[in-house]
């Protein structure tokens, strides 16, 4: 059992681990490299707790960030979370090693934003004990809970600190029981009679979100490192001017794991994978060696998932010498991601379904390794397919959402824009509906106002664009226009438009007709409902899912998610009564319907259903209708191209798939 004492030696030799390595070969320890770390919470966010008031551009100040360290000061309780590599445990460590050394200045000028403006860090919390425990699994935190914090606990008033500051690393380990077991530590805490401790859990940012805790617990993030962090921090090692700094500065860098191989090498550091790439051979001995730093990786992710693996990680029987900087999270991930990017797609995707959230960050990098090829678009569909040609290659449902977000990431290799031709009536309409990527192209050249609040949700970008009006729709088709014609990817007498209401239903139904009687829906795929065939009520998602998720879903002309998702905006003319329609189905083009300058009082068609819709809504025939100014979570659209003088009346043969 540990002690109080053995707890302060422990914090005390952290300040002696190595952290980075000079570019002339000299090892740096966690005492003379740290970089303070900064969270993305301000000091408006913490002044006005959400509410801001408005001003202008000139007004508007740079926001000043608190840093991780004020964070612990100001909350008892605190959840710190952030993807591998983001430097969470080199915080908590030096955090450690500063309190059992009593070596935290009061007050210290730190940088705060990418202006360099510095501002004092401050610590006036002194007296403290650190505990530092990296939780190895669910047992651990067991064991650590309900027998070593409470005796560390109990003999803590009768010494000379004030309290503990208790550091529980890698909660993610833990699995499905870290919300329980956490949720009694943090009992314990609060039971103590003193409000000294403080308690920093770090997590995984996907492991964070799923986190059940009390409201007491401060949840908060790690920010990247900032270029001024980084510039000066070099300038300091190496004693050059901060201007002359031209290495460790590009976006890849920002994550300190990264930073710490681009310094090394002097790298620029734009992309992980090739700062790996360059760094690898400068410290492994041969290219047998780098075969088994690979080996070596794997086999840790193998291990962490609980599977066997048969990798070598020996050279003649004796154990491969694994450089400092192999043994972290993030470069295991990159590491293991060089093998892997090398075998068959379905190789990839068995190793993801394995645990999709502790192997995202691999895959992430597999797909970055393939780039454009042909292979990765392979894995790309074969990561969104809910099915397969064996049972141990079908990905589901939940596995194929955090697959569509690693794509989303990585900007989704999939041709978003491509278009299925109708011959029917001689015109094309989008495969898929326009997603928050690419609408957010149209609003950032035009400035239109989107007031979606996944717009800039990295792993959204793939996900239908929502939250918009009957007249963004058309006023997004305008601007495609422009753009196709000026691509010429459309002809010049060729418009991007919404479609009409039976355009829309033939690209869902094509030649599906009902042999049963007229009350049978008619879904893209037959007139059986299929409930994993869309994103509808049945699915349970309630949300917009990644376009192409339910491939089994495609209408015979091969257009994705016509049933569910998304409601889908028509050119096409409703009424004014929500209940009764003013121009009811069959479709007439000599009747008003398609009047586009009719007034906002009229309501427009929608189609599809949504993932909320059940079964009577999420099909081909069901006509639903909003008022043009109408926004909602659930409506979005795709596009049709058609010429532009004339519309194809397709009333006969709509009609007469309805017979």
Same mark, same amino acid.
């Given at each position: 059992?540990?002690?109080?004492?053995?707890?302060?030696?422990?914090?005390?030799?952290?300040?002696?681990?190595?952290?980075?390595?000079?570019?002339?070969?000299?090892?740096?320890?966690?005492?003379?490299?740290?970089?303070?770390?900064?969270?993305?919470?301000?000091?408006?966010?913490?002044?006005?707790?959400?509410?801001?008031?408005?001003?202008?551009?000139?007004?508007?100040?740079?926001?000043?960030?608190?840093?991780?360290?004020?964070?612990?000061?100001?909350?008892?309780?605190?959840?710190?979370?952030?993807?591998?590599?983001?430097?969470?445990?080199?915080?908590?460590?030096?955090?450690?090693?500063?309190?059992?050394?009593?070596?935290?200045?009061?007050?210290?000028?730190?940088?705060?934003?990418?202006?360099?403006?510095?501002?004092?860090?401050?610590?006036?919390?002194?007296?403290?004990?650190?505990?530092?425990?990296?939780?190895?699994?669910?047992?651990?935190?067991?064991?650590?809970?309900?027998?070593?914090?409470?005796?560390?606990?109990?003999?803590?008033?009768?010494?000379?600190?004030?309290?503990?500051?208790?550091?529980?690393?890698?909660?993610?380990?833990?699995?499905?029981?870290?919300?329980?077991?956490?949720?009694?530590?943090?009992?314990?805490?609060?039971?103590?009679? *003193?409000?000294?401790?403080?308690?920093?859990?770090?997590?995984?940012?996907?492991?964070?979100?799923?986190?059940?805790?009390?409201?007491?617990?401060?949840?908060?993030?790690?920010?990247?490192?900032?270029?001024?962090?980084?510039?000066?921090?070099?300038?300091?090692?190496?004693?050059?001017?901060?201007?002359?700094?031209?290495?460790?500065?590009?976006?890849?860098?920002?994550?300190?794991?990264?930073?710490?191989?681009?310094?090394?090498?002097?790298?620029?550091?734009?992309?992980?994978?090739?700062?790996?790439?360059?760094?690898?051979?400068?410290?492994?001995?041969?290219?047998?060696?780098?075969?088994?730093?690979?080996?070596?990786?794997?086999?840790?992710?193998?291990?962490?998932?609980?599977?066997?693996?048969?990798?070598?990680?020996?050279?003649?029987?004796?154990?491969?010498?694994?450089?400092?900087?192999?043994?972290?999270?993030?470069?295991?991930?990159?590491?293991?991601?060089?093998?892997?990017?090398?075998?068959?797609?379905?190789?990839?995707?068995?190793?993801?379904?394995?645990?999709?959230?502790? *192997?995202?960050?691999?895959?992430?990098?597999?797909?970055?390794?393939?780039?454009?090829?042909?292979?990765?678009?392979?894995?790309?569909?074969?990561?969104?397919?809910?099915?397969?040609?064996?049972?141990?290659?079908?990905?589901?449902?939940?596995?194929?959402?955090?697959?569509?977000?690693?794509?989303?990431?990585?900007?989704?290799?999939?041709?978003?824009?491509?278009?299925?031709?109708?011959?029917?009536?001689?015109?094309?309409?989008?495969?898929?509906?326009?997603?928050?990527?690419?609408?957010?192209?149209?609003?950032?050249?035009?400035?239109?106002?989107?007031?979606?609040?996944?717009?800039?949700?990295?792993?959204?970008?793939?996900?239908?664009?929502?939250?918009? *009006?009957?007249?963004?729709?058309?006023?997004?088709?305008?601007?495609?226009?422009?753009?196709?014609?000026?691509?010429?990817?459309?002809?010049?007498?060729?418009?991007?438009?919404?479609?009409?209401?039976?355009?829309?239903?033939?690209?869902?139904?094509?030649?599906?007709?009902?042999?049963?009687?007229?009350?049978?829906?008619?879904?893209?795929?037959?007139?059986?409902?299929?409930?994993?065939?869309?994103?509808?009520?049945?699915?349970?998602?309630?949300?917009?899912?990644?376009?192409?998720?339910?491939?089994?879903?495609?209408?015979?002309?091969?257009?994705?998610?016509?049933?569910?998702?998304?409601?889908?905006?028509? *050119?096409?003319?409703?009424?004014?009564?929500?209940?009764?329609?003013?121009?009811?189905?069959?479709?007439?083009?000599?009747?008003?319907?398609?009047?586009?300058?009719?007034?906002?009082?009229?309501?427009?068609?929608?189609?599809?259903?949504?993932?909320?819709?059940?079964?009577?809504?999420?099909?081909?025939?069901?006509?639903?209708?909003?008022?043009?100014?109408?926004?909602?979570?659930?409506?979005?659209?795709?596009?049709?191209?058609?010429?532009?003088?004339?519309?194809?009346?397709?009333?006969?043969?709509?009609?007469?798939?309805?017979?």
């Amino acid at each position: 059992m540990t002690t109080l004492e053995e707890q302060r030696r422990t914090a005390t030799d952290f300040g002696s681990h190595s952290l980075l390595i000079h570019p002339n070969g000299q090892t740096l320890d966690l005492a003379t490299g740290y970089i303070p770390l900064l969270s993305t919470f301000s000091h408006e966010d913490k002044a006005a707790k959400g509410l801001r008031k408005g001003k202008t551009s000139d007004e508007r100040d740079n926001p000043v960030y608190l840093s991780a360290l004020e964070l612990v000061r100001d909350n008892q309780i605190l959840l710190l979370s952030g993807p591998s590599g983001c430097g969470k445990t080199t915080f908590a460590k030096h955090l450690c090693f500063r309190v059992a050394t009593q070596s935290l200045p009061t007050s210290a000028p730190i940088i705060r934003n990418e202006a360099s403006e510095l501002h004092d860090e401050v610590w006036n919390t002194n007296g403290l004990l650190p505990c530092y425990f990296d939780i190895g699994d669910a047992q651990a935190l067991e064991t650590l809970t309900h027998q070593t914090i409470p005796k560390l606990l109990s003999p803590v008033s009768r010494t000379r600190y004030a309290g503990l500051v208790i550091v529980i690393d890698t909660i993610e380990r833990a699995e499905n029981q870290a919300s329980q077991l956490l949720g009694a530590l943090i009992s314990k805490l609060l039971d103590e009679k *003193t409000t000294n401790h403080r308690l920093v859990i770090l997590a995984e940012r996907c492991a964070a979100e799923s986190l059940n805790l009390p409201s007491v617990v401060a949840r908060h993030s790690i920010s990247p490192l900032l270029l001024a962090q980084r510039r000066l921090k070099i300038s300091e090692l190496t004693q050059d001017q901060p201007d002359r700094v031209d290495y460790a500065l590009g976006a890849a860098a920002r994550d300190p794991t990264i930073f710490a191989l681009a310094f090394q090498i002097t790298d620029a550091g734009d992309q992980a994978e090739t700062v790996l790439d360059a760094w690898l051979p400068k410290v492994s001995k041969d290219d047998k060696h780098c075969a088994e730093l690979e080996a070596y990786a794997l086999q840790q992710i193998h291990r962490e998932l609980g599977l066997q693996s048969e990798l070598r990680t020996t050279a003649n029987g004796r154990p491969i010498d694994v450089p400092l900087f192999a043994l972290k999270t993030k470069i295991r991930q990159l590491l293991a991601a060089r093998p892997l990017s090398r075998l068959p797609s379905r190789a990839t995707v068995d190793f993801f379904r394995q645990d999709p959230i502790r *192997t995202a960050d691999v895959l992430r990098s597999i797909l970055v390794r393939l780039g454009s090829s042909a292979t990765f678009e392979d894995l790309a569909s074969l990561l969104m397919q809910g099915s397969g040609t064996a049972v141990q290659h079908i990905l589901p449902l939940g596995d194929r959402m955090k697959a569509g977000g690693v794509l989303s990431l990585l900007g989704d290799p999939r041709d978003l824009s491509a278009l299925a031709f109708v011959p029917v009536d001689a015109f094309r309409i989008g495969v898929y509906t326009v997603t928050i990527g690419e609408y957010l192209k149209f609003i950032m050249e035009t400035k239109r106002e989107w007031t979606s609040p996944d717009k800039n949700h990295p792993k959204k970008q793939n996900v239908p664009a929502t939250d918009l *009006t009957w007249f963004d729709a058309q006023a997004y088709c305008a601007w495609l226009t422009q753009k196709w014609h000026e691509s010429g990817k459309i002809q010049p007498n060729e418009e991007v438009r919404l479609p009409t209401e039976p355009e829309w239903e033939r690209a869902a139904r094509g030649d599906i007709i009902s042999v049963q009687s007229k009350e049978t829906y008619i879904y893209p795929w037959g007139t059986i409902w299929q409930p994993d065939h869309s994103d509808s009520e049945e699915t349970g998602l309630n949300q917009p899912c990644p376009v192409g998720l339910f491939p089994k879903g495609r209408s015979p002309y091969g257009c994705h998610d016509m049933a569910g998702n998304v409601w889908e905006w028509c *050119t096409t003319l409703w009424g004014e009564d929500m209940a009764t329609p003013r121009f009811r189905y069959s479709w007439r083009q000599d009747d008003g319907r398609e009047d586009q300058e009719a007034p906002v009082t009229v309501r427009r068609v929608l189609r599809g259903g949504c993932f909320s819709s059940g079964m009577a809504k999420a099909n081909c025939t069901y006509r639903g209708s909003l008022e043009p100014t109408g926004r909602w979570r659930g409506n979005g659209f795709r596009v049709v191209i058609a010429k532009r003088q004339i519309r194809q009346d397709t009333t006969k043969d709509a009609d007469s798939l309805r017979r």
